[in-house]
């Protein structure tokens, strides 16, 4: 059984700034670089950090290319809040086939006892094809606390929605004590 935290052998992450300010220059892009450098110590190779407005049309085309690319993670950083051009989740939406709900609440709660407001982010998890995209948010504690919670699963998630991973198959009518009396072991 492999180990469930490594990132695959040629995994390739690319980390998308969503910020007007970034894009226009009048803000140097801190959460971006962060996150990039953050993926590469978990083990990804990360592409060039792409930096775009808070633009729907914007948002999509640059999740769009990375999915062609054949990127296995996608994260996202900003727009994720609820002022009124934080359109990042939305953008997402249009671009994923399937939601991953249980790891954008865990990103939601990892920086909730340091930041009740993290609380407000609506930041989304999904997967189109075989990439895994996170929207994180566009600060650096929550980058930091986000990149935190991916650490432990992000490798388990690319091996599965590439079709591997270290599944354990039981017998539906087996109860394995040791998983809380639930009948079937493995995430998917």
Known sequence: MSHA???????RAQVITVSDRAYAGSYADQSG????????????????VVVVPDDRS????ALEAAVAAGIHLVVTTGGTGLAPRDVTPEATRQVIDREVPGLAAALRDAGRAAVPT???????????????????????GGVSDGVRVLAGVVGHAVAQIRGGGDHIHVDPGHVDPGRSGRGSGGTG
């Open 5 to 11: 935290l490594e990132v695959p052998d040629g995994a």
């Open 33 to 48: 670089p962060l996150a990039a450098q953050a993926l590469g110590l978990i083990g990804f190779a990360v592409d060039d």
């Open 58 to 61: 914007a948002i999509v085309i």
């Open 118 to 140: 993290a609380v407000l982010s609506r930041g989304i998890v999904g997967v189109r094809g075989g990439t895994l995209v996170v929207n994180l948010p566009g600060s650096a």
